[in-house]
């Protein structure tokens, strides 16, 4: 196949796409070709698919890093609207899976595009923009918030989990201008640590931050934000960040921090999604993880995620030395006191405007 070696074609959802014969299957993968695909991430994109469909989405979008353009040909072919998109990636070989890929499904709202994505947002702006690079976002941070249009979208994806989710401290310092712990709710502060980072680069440019739906799953993180023209906007995002306190050993959360406790941060206090938006997300039949998508979407509706932190069924359970009492059980009892759901970041978490030494007494309490 001329400028495509090793190719096959796959299904995803109900698209049909080259890609690599050689490609990452899970995990946050190597490059095995010139061209990256991941088969795990067709949740990211089962997601993205549901979205533009939710958002009813109409204007000018842009898949800034395509690489085989399977996420910006699914949306063009499985979302509902009147709308064009810009698929785009600075590699020939990349560029040649895109032609192709839009040509396979005849998709006529497609445009390929060959371009370094910095200089083309210097060039256009666009109502979305989708940008996931291989490892982290932060080169091109500035020129998606530059490129986003009054009240437009930022899809942005970070697979550079570890240093945020406090792994690698020293790296998330330098990236992100925050400092991260590792802890057994570190995949939440990393999320929360990339978003106060985003809103503190679009504050540079008057414009304020709307988290529509942000979230962690597998190996990566993923944010759609929202961008809000105006100092007025900036400053009330700017409002939202703060630190949150954390005691290793007494495994105490608290925000805002206080002086006893370790302060990690500055991250986003705030929401992390529109749960109207979320209501109108549809797991269709086609979706290449449906049941999945069925679970999360039930998970965001109901998360607290206006609380920064989560608890573990097994901290909690340790703390108090018995042995681990069921998820439901723990929610139920909670939820006669106070606030309690789930959380998506685990599968054995949960979230609680309760206190510490009150979850204790409670779980304690089911022990007995």
């Not at 690698?168 to 990236?175: W, Y």
């Amino acid at each position: 196949m001329s400028g495509i070696p090793a190719a096959v074609e796959i299904v995803e959802g109900k698209t049909r796409v080259l890609v690599p014969k050689e490609h990452t299957l899970k995990g946050p993968g190597k490059r095995l070709s010139g061209v990256f695909y991941n088969q795990q991430t067709a949740f990211s994109r089962d997601v993205s698919v549901m979205l533009f469909g939710a958002l009813k989405f109409e204007g000018r979008a842009l898949d800034g890093l395509a690489g085989t353009g399977v996420r910006a040909v699914r949306i063009a072919n499985e979302s509902p609207g009147t709308f064009e998109i810009i698929i785009n990636d600075k590699s020939k070989e990349a560029f040649e899976y895109i032609k192709r890929n839009i040509a396979l499904n005849e998709l006529e709202n497609c445009i390929p595009s060959l371009s370094d994505v910095r200089i083309l947002l210097c060039e256009q702006t666009f109502d979305y923009i989708d940008i996931d690079p291989f490892g982290s976002p932060v080169p091109f941070v500035q020129f998606g918030i530059e490129g986003c249009k009054r009240r437009g979208i930022l899809g942005i994806t970070a697979t550079d989990t570890a240093p945020l989710a406090g792994t690698h401290p020293g790296k998330c310092l330098r990236r992100y201008g925050a400092k991260s712990v590792r802890c057994v709710f570190g995949h939440e502060l990393g999320l929360r640590i990339l978003i106060g980072y985003l809103a503190r680069e679009a504050a540079k440019f008057e414009r304020g931050i709307k988290p529509v739906l942000c979230f962690y799953a597998d190996h990566y993180f993923r944010l759609h934000i929202q961008l809000l023209e105006g100092a007025r906007y900036a400053d009330q995002s700017l409002q939202t960040l703060g630190s949150i306190g954390y005691n290793e050993n007494s495994k105490e959360r608290k925000f805002p921090a206080t002086g006893e406790f370790e302060q990690i941060g500055p991250l986003w206090l705030g929401r992390l999604f529109d749960k109207e938006l979320i209501a109108r997300m549809d797991p269709h039949d086609f979706l290449q993880c449906k049941n999945r998508c069925i679970k999360y979407l039930q998970i965001w509706n109901e998360e607290l995620d206006d609380l920064p932190y989560f608890y573990d069924v097994d901290e909690i359970s340790s703390m108090l030395k018995i042995s681990p009492p069921p998820l439901n059980e723990i929610l139920e009892e909670l939820r006669k006191s106070g606030k309690a759901s789930r959380t998506h970041f685990s599968p054995r978490g949960f979230k609680t405007d309760l206190t510490l030494k009150e979850v204790l007494e409670r779980v304690e309490g089911i022990a007995r």
